[in-house]
């Protein structure tokens, strides 16, 4: 019974209060994830018995310690309701107030908060207080999308087998995509990894070479192709390359008043027995890194042992799911190795004392990932002494007599295959270019690339 009474007793004394006071109840219409660039209405629903005193809008940053004001609405210095609807319901005032985002950005994700106030019915000095709050999520696609291959430029290696990394880079995105690689249109299963794998810095060493202990070779084939590169006895470079019928300058060749004899070489194009044609394995492992507008960074890593002989213009895509994408965003590479370098030699007529300039400006084909270029002068060491050169570009510097007629190879490789690119050098004006020497470069090409089944 006194329980009975005790309820009583503050049913009165809450009637008694809101009869002094009012009432007042806030709430903000929920949202669902909004994408850059869309027009954004909040609205705060309040219900009231009491006067209007004043809105007020603000947008929460720094964790809650910063509330910045986007918009007041004060009853005392204002007469417009333009920005509110209201309507009777059971004798009490419904009242909706809007803020609208026309485009909104990045920035404008986060928590909103909505603040009424009414006047207290027993006196005008005082004000009843309410609130509502929102978390406004704001998605952004990416921005930019693209696939590289991790540690490049890289050699090629024939005897030894290598581990190739693409990567693939999707910035600007929030919340952080999905990505996934495909080759040749199908989905690659792939083992993930928590971690990157041993020896990976970041990108760096990732693909470093494993040694194969069984890689039953021929020997015999083997010594006779080392057989035809006695470039140390030259003082040049090897070819990357082990000779199968390919026309090819003999280094220690001079010209001859009568006529050029170019011997033939043997180019071995058979790859050891390691390459084997089973489906590779390949690894996978992400990695988020924020970026200061509050997108993200997503670098996905595809890892696998190389085997050019049928990765060799294999088609790779990455692909890029989003909440903000219809459809999935894509890029793609092909894996190709050089074939068919451009050279270009300026000036065409090279005089004693000019500064020559030979340039790998393209190739006969789509080459990815990008070549390592090296240059060498056929028996013989470059003109500042050095064996080799790094580099699209090889400088000869005020050029004398006595490099007419010299022969520069040029060797462009990556992971997929290698070629080489020989050009010969006439230097005009010289004796021996008036009287024997046609009056152009001749240029060889040798190439050693995987082939395919």
Partial sequence: MRKMNYLRLCCLLWDLLDAVLGYLTVSIEPLPPVVVGDAVTLKCNFKTDGRMREIVWYRVTDGGTIKQKIFTFD???????????????????????????????????????????????????????????????????????????????????????????????????????????????????????????????GLQDSRAARNLL?????????????????????????????????????????????????????????????????????????????????????????????????????????????????MPMQAEVTLVAPKGPKIMMTPTRARVGDTVRILVHGFQNEVFPEPLFTWTRVGSRLLDGSAEHDGKELVLERVPAELNGSMYRCTAQNPLGSTDTHTRLIVFGTVEESSCVPHYSSLFTMSSLPLTK
Avoid at 251 to 272: D, H
């Fill in 75 to 201: 009853a005392m210095f204002s007469t417009n309701y333009s920005h509110m609807e209201n309507y009777r319901k059971r004798e009490d005032l419904v009242y909706q107030s809007t803020v609208r985002l026309p485009e909104v950005r990045i920035s404008d994700n986060g928590p909103y908060e909505c603040h009424v106030g009414i006047y207290d019915r027993a006196t005008r000095e005082k004000v009843v207080l309410a609130s509502g709050n929102i978390f406004l999520n704001v998605m952004s696609p990416p921005i930019s999308i693209s696939v590289i291959a991790a540690d490049t430029p890289a050699p090629f290696s024939r005897y030894q087998a290598q581990n190739f990394t693409l990567v693939c880079i999707a910035s600007g995105g929030k919340p952080a995509p999905t990505v996934y690689f495909k080759r040749d249109g199908e989905l690659i299963e792939v083992v993930p990894l928590l971690e990157p794998p041993s020896g990976a810095a």
């Fill in 214 to 326: 069984n890689r039953d070779l021929d020997d015999t084939k083997m010594q006779k192709s080392l057989s035809l590169l006695d470039v140390e006895d030259r003082g040049g470079r090897p070819y990357t390359e082990d000779p199968l019928k390919s026309i090819t300058p003999d280094p220690g060749l001079l010209f001859s008043p009568a006529t050029e004899i170019i011997p033939e070489t043997v180019v071995s194009r058979e790859f050891p027995r390691w390459v084997h044609d089973m489906e590779p394995v390949y690894y996978f492992h992400h990695t988020h890194i924020p970026l200061s507008d509050g997108t993200v960074e997503v670098r996905a890593m595809l890892m696998w042992t190389l085997n050019p002989q049928i990765d060799n213009e294999a088609l790779f895509s990455c692909e890029v799911k989003h909440p903000a994408l219809s």
